[in-house]
């Protein structure tokens, strides 16, 4: 029923950015919690960065805090994810993904995924 769509991912150098947009078919995007996650190779999903349905409240995985902006733009119905500083530990897929629950930090409370947007950061 809801579609997201990443993009914005790509190869960059270690201490270099990259800005990701998510893009939502839904029709309640402007009341829906939004968060971003990520993937490395042979890791679990992770949090990355989630932000309320306003875009007043925000909240950071530590390992991103002070590099990372997660914003949103209801008018147009996309999310997007600023990534400055970037480090090779940061290389992974990177979901975006609707929330339904409270907790900011679990998968659970999320009910619609993107495909994901591949990000590798090269030394």
């Known amino acids: 029923q809801v579609q997201l769509v990443e993009s914005g991912g790509g190869l960059v150098q270690t201490g270099g950015s990259l800005r990701l947009s998510c893009k939502s078919s839904g029709r309640t995007f402007a009341t829906s919690g939004m968060g971003w996650f990520r993937q490395g190779p042979g890791k679990e999903r992770e949090f990355v960065a989630g932000?309320?349905?306003?875009?007043?409240?925000?909240n950071y995985a530590d390992s991103v805090k002070g590099r990372f902006t997660i914003s949103r733009d209801n008018a147009k119905k996309t999310m997007d994810l600023q990534m400055s500083n970037l480090k090779p530990e940061d290389t992974a897929v990177y979901y975006c993904?609707?929330?339904?629950?409270?907790?900011?930090?679990?998968?659970?409370?999320?009910?619609?995924w993107g495909q994901g947007t591949q990000v590798t950061v090269s030394s």
């Open positions: 993904a609707r929330r339904v629950r409270t907790d900011y930090y679990s998968p659970s409370s999320y009910d619609y």
């Open positions: 932000i309320g349905a306003s875009g007043r409240i925000t």
